[in-house]
């Protein structure tokens, strides 16, 4: 799921407030496979989440780009609702305070205030089904013991009205929610929700205004001790241990040096305000938190004073008024307000420097592993709308793309690996800006900080090249119109733009309009030049700005170990402090804790909880218009629909004519396609020409298996998008980029190979599930041995060895891309997939043809077999980090097991069930879920910043005498069904439905067979889950393990279950 990390990424346009998408900064409640809001490719679907697992693994080359692009416009064929008059509004205790109609987004805003607590509502109504509504409080910490970030977690454990262990998970059961998480940023708490259902939607809204305003983990010091930390303790013979959700979470925050940097750079930028301690808890700290302490948090600050409430969507502007006041009404006014105004740090009167270390492996050489960034804070006050617009500019200009100079002169430097949290922040009070290199030698540090200095003063004093300026503004323009906010609900982008302002009692209104200020940019852009545009913001922001902290992370392959002894010693200092009528006691409290996490709710409990009935389900799937053509002998697919004129088109290519040992330098074939130059362009200049001229071109590879075949698809995917007067452009660059892009700057190559490494090693310590799932993949079918050559531990361990290999073989390196792209590019196996409104699909035929006429009629070589696998055994790869990952996977079709859609209903069900409660909720970890993918017939199991190993294995195997004891009400199993429908239907724009259609038919999967499984999926029953535990106890007696696990915690494993894993070591 979407987790805080200050680690910024200039691959990012920019996050400027007009046209960052969704922020950066945050902790949520629900892990990473959690929300499906997050999780899901939305597929619109095959009833098997056709996000496809191995569709979610696309490559690191692919990321933004596959994903991406999908929201443009919501149609309702809802009538256009009343709005309430200030007669009206009065009558429900609300006073209207502005009103206007925000034309960037066509909706219609109207800022109420409640008149009896002054509570703020931002009202935004329009023709967008995909309703969206959030409460966020101001929660400004004095300490660091994560006191927002677990009650974040902990209102959401029950409330007044829905007095259940967790209603939210109820709701991840059943509903047909698009979003559902919460948030805890440094000095805010947001709780959004979203559907396009009207019914649930307000089921949603109700369950979290009951759960902020009153919950029950105020009165309950199990909730505490769940979510945020607790001693536990078996037996009294036993070592005490912590355990709590949040604690784990950090652990695993607190394990990345991304983070700890990310972390280290905000307290060091303010030290004098609540960004100089940690929101999200520093596990050193979280055990000093008090139950009381807990408790008094609350009562400050959540409280409708303390709030901004905001609604975005078709719903009825006065039903949302009417379910406010029903709650706000029961409340006065506080001084919370007040209380909780977050101070500006005063500015330093000269620079400061901070040298820490970070927790790294072993292995390779250390003392080239440090990391160096800079930083500014850029003011004392928040700027005006254009200066940020500007800067924000600035930022896309210095750092946006692999063309920006400043980005570009510090890779081609060879002083570092890859970026590392570099560009603007201005999602919090007083903006700031980074810009620093990891993987430096720890002589080389000096001239790090000397260059990035240099490059700046030349900025400064030479200004930017006009194509770039161009591109920068066309790039930036395009973002901003198109509103692309990937899988996730507009009105969410819109509202967390807006409370980056409101939230400091700013104008709320100000963020979503951006017209104006671009047009003013422009204006000024055209007369004065950039250079008096942009220099003086380098000048004053940066160069002649004294807040400026230099932070050095040096590398310690002992702290990890050193932090385990020292928390080891506080507790055995803890123990023997304690009696053994004492021991006794925690002994039993531990018990109790765990009983009641493990006991599940009433019957008559659940039902208190709204639902949607089975009535309410669409029987049929969503189709999308799909027209399979030919243009000049390519099949071509067609889809018709409204996307504001902007042409989205994708051009597949077949991987099956590429040799074995090719596959693991496709990701850096992709990287080259549009990262190095032509023979008349350098790749600067074609960088700029795609920015003038697109919305953006990207190249990755897509693999999958195919139900019911033994061949995997493995593909190439251009990706492209343009405004649908620039087609032609758009094609023209795709094949520029195909064809004439020449493999000859051995430089940039090896600077790629850096920044994949650096880039996969930092997946490996924050999403250490995603490269477990991989490798048994790859152990279990070839399509998954094929994705993890690409991105997984096998593609780690490549790009160390070519890393030595590129200075002694370039010729040869360099002849193999070229292999791969004569192997890849024909007209045989083409498909050309675009989607627009008919006219314009019709008026881009003729380049469609023209694009397709330049590539050769068959690609070199002839089809290739793929069969291979990673050897099937149970692995553990040895990471330094205080949490683990652990997995469980088998093939459940191999042990006969025929597909049914009750699988769906049947896995989504043990994740919200027997997962959560025993993984994470007795477990401690982050997040434990399942995954089936129907294409391969792989059913897995994973585990998220988990403190547990084989404890965590041993429940993965007890799945299937779950299922065989699972003894569901009617009303259960129609929850599970509509929250399976819920996944299948995920609420998609014009450009995501015409790209899962694509998917599809690539997958062979027809209409038909959604369709029937759409009907199992609604006919499922008691009988298809006890049945379904067979299919899981083949995982059990089958199944492979792989743990990326501390060495610690894979020595104790090995040590209790002799040599039960191989050990590999990855960093």
């Known amino acids: 799921m979407l987790l805080r990390s200050l680690t910024r990424s200039s691959s990012n346009a920019s996050t400027s407030l007009f046209f960052r998408l969704f922020p950066r900064s945050y902790f949520s409640r629900s892990s990473p496979a959690t929300a499906r809001s997050i999780r899901r490719l939305s597929d619109a679907g095959t009833g098997s989440e056709l996000f496809l697992r191995r569709g979610l693994r696309l490559l690191p080359a692919a990321a933004s780009g596959c994903l991406s692009g999908q929201f443009s416009r919501a149609v309702s064929t809802q009538t256009a609702p009343s709005y309430p008059g200030q007669d009206e509004a009065e009558k429900l205790g609300f006073e209207k305070a502005r009103e206007e109609f925000i034309s960037e987004c066509k909706s219609k805003a109207v800022l109420f205030r409640h008149k009896k607590t002054g509570c703020e509502v931002m009202s935004v109504s329009n023709d967008d089904e995909n309703k969206v509504f959030g409460v966020v409080f101001r929660t400004p910490p004095k300490d660091s013991t994560g006191i927002p970030h677990i009650l974040e977690h902990s209102v959401l454990c029950g409330s007044r009205k829905y007095p259940l262990k967790e209603p939210f998970v109820e709701l991840l059961k059943g509903s047909l929610y698009t979003f559902l998480n919460a948030f805890t940023y440094p000095d805010r708490t947001c709780y959004p929700v979203a559907s396009t259902n009207t019914k649930d939607f307000y089921n949603l809204v109700d369950v979290y205004l009951d759960a902020v305003f009153f919950p029950k983990c105020v009165d309950d010091v199990h909730t505490f001790q769940q979510e945020g930390w607790h001693y536990e303790l078996n037996h009294p013979s036993e070592d005490i241990s912590y355990k709590g959700v949040v604690f784990n979470e950090m652990k695993g925050v607190y394990s990345q040096p991304d983070n700890i940097l990310g972390r280290i750079t905000q307290q060091a930028l303010c030290p004098e305000n609540t960004y100089g301690v940690d929101s999200g808890g520093d596990p050193k700290d979280i055990p000093k938190l008090t139950f009381d302490k807990f408790k008094e948090f609350h009562c400050q600050y959540y409280h409708p004073s303390n709030a901004r409430i905001w609604f975005y969507g078709d719903d009825d502007p006065v039903q949302r008024l009417k379910v406010l006041s029903e709650y706000l009404d029961m409340f006065d006014a506080s001084p919370a307000r007040d209380s909780s105004k977050v101070e500006p740090q005063k500015l330093f009167s000269g620079p400061r420097r901070i040298v820490e270390k970070y927790p790294a492996g072993g292995d390779g050489d250390l003392k080239k592993k440090h990391m160096v960034c800079l930083n500014w804070l850029l003011s004392e006050k928040p700027l005006d709308l254009q200066t940020q617009l500007a800067l924000g500019f600035l930022d896309h200009l210095m750092l946006g793309t692999p063309a920006s100079p400043l980005r570009k002169i510090l890779l081609e430097s060879g002083l570092g690996e890859a970026l590392v949290n570099s560009g603007v922040e201005d999602e919090l009070l007083q903006p700031q800006f980074s810009v620093g290199l990891k993987g430096v030698s720890d002589d080389k540090v000096q001239k790090v900080e000397e260059l990035i200095m240099s490059t700046l003063r030349k900025l400064a004093d030479e200004g930017f090249d006009t194509d770039a300026v161009e591109a920068s503004m066309n790039t930036i323009e395009f973002s901003m119109r198109e509103n692309n906010t990937g899988s996730s609900p507009r009105g969410l982008s819109l509202m967390l733009q807006s409370i980056g302002k409101w939230i400091y009692d700013m104008d709320p209104f100000e963020p979503l309009k951006y017209e104006e200020p671009l047009k003013t940019l422009k204006a000024r852009i055209a007369e004065e030049g950039s250079k008096a545009v942009f220099s003086p913001l380098i000048e004053k922001f940066i160069l002649n700005n004294p807040h400026c902290v230099t932070i050095e992370m040096q590398p310690d392959p002992e702290k990890a170990s050193q932090e385990e002894v020292e928390e080891k010693n506080i507790l055995q200092k803890v123990k023997a402090s304690m009696t053994d009528e004492e021991l006794a006691e925690l002994a039993r409290a531990t018990e109790e804790l765990r009983l009641k996490q493990e006991t599940p709710d009433s019957p008559e409990a659940l039902k208190c909880v709204p639902s949607l009935n089975l009535s309410d ?451």
């Open 617 to 1067: 389900i669409p029987k049929k799937p969503t189709y999308v218009p799909t027209e399979v053509g030919d243009v000049n002998g390519v099949k071509v697919l067609r889809h018709d629909l409204f996307t504001n004129d902007i042409l989205y088109t994708e051009v597949v290519f077949d991987m099956g004519a590429l040799r074995h040992e090719l596959l693991p330098l496709v990701p850096l074939f992709c990287q080259s396609l549009l990262e190095m130059g032509t023979q008349d362009m350098s790749f600067v200049q074609l960088n700029q020409l795609i920015g003038r001229k697109t919305g953006g071109i990207t190249v990755y590879p897509f693999t999958s298996s195919v139900w019911g075949s033994d061949v995997p698809c493995s593909k190439i995917i251009v990706r492209g998008k343009s405004m649908v007067g620039r087609a032609e452009d758009l094609f023209n660059l795709m094949n520029c980029v195909l064809q004439e892009v020449r493999f000859t700057d051995k430089q940039r190559f090896k600077q790629f190979i850096s920044q994949s490494r650096a880039r996969m090693e930092n997946r490996l310590r924050g999403s250490g599930q995603g490269i477990a799932a991989a490798r048994m993949d790859a152990m279990l079918n070839a399509a998954g041995w094929m994705s993890e050559q690409m991105n997984g531990l096998s593609y780690i361990e490549f790009l160390h060895t070519l890393e030595q290999k590129v200075d002694q073989d370039w010729e040869g390196i360099s002849s193999s891309l070229e292999e791969i792209r004569t192997s890849l590019l024909s007209k045989n196996g083409c498909i050309v997939n675009m989607t627009a409104d008919g006219k314009s699909l019709t008026s881009t035929e003729k380049f469609v043809g023209k694009f397709l006429d330049s590539l050769p009629e068959k690609p070199s070589g002839g089809q290739v077999t793929w069969d291979a696998r990673v050897p099937l055994r149970n692995e553990a790869i040895v990471i330094p980090t205080q949490v683990n990952y652990v997995g469980k996977a088998g093939n459940i079709y191999s042990s006969g097991y025929k597909l049914d859609g009750s699988s769906y209903v049947i896995s989504k069900h043990i994740g919200n069930t027997w997962l959560w409660d025993r993984v994470r909720v007795s477990g401690g970890a982050y997040g434990g879920f399942c995954d089936f993918d129907s294409h391969s017939g792989v059913f897995s199991f994973l585990s998220y910043r988990d403190p547990n190993l084989l404890k965590t294995l041993d429940i993965y195997d007890g799945t299937g005498d779950f299922l065989r004891g699972l003894d569901v009400d009617e009303d259960t199993l129609t929850k599970a069904v509509i929250g399976t429908i819920g996944d299948v239907d995920s609420y998609q724009l014009p450009d995501a439905k015409g790209y899962s259609s694509l998917l599809r038919h690539l997958l062979n999967v027809t209409d038909e067979e959604r369709q029937i499984r759409r009907a199992e999926i609604l006919s499922t029953s008691l009988k298809d889950f006890k049945e379904f535990a067979e299919a899981v106890d083949s995982v059990r007696d089958k199944g492979v393990a792989v743990a990326v696990a501390s060495q610690e915690d894979i020595d104790a494993a090995n040590k209790e279950r002799s040599d039960f894993f191989e050990v590999k070591k990855a960093l």
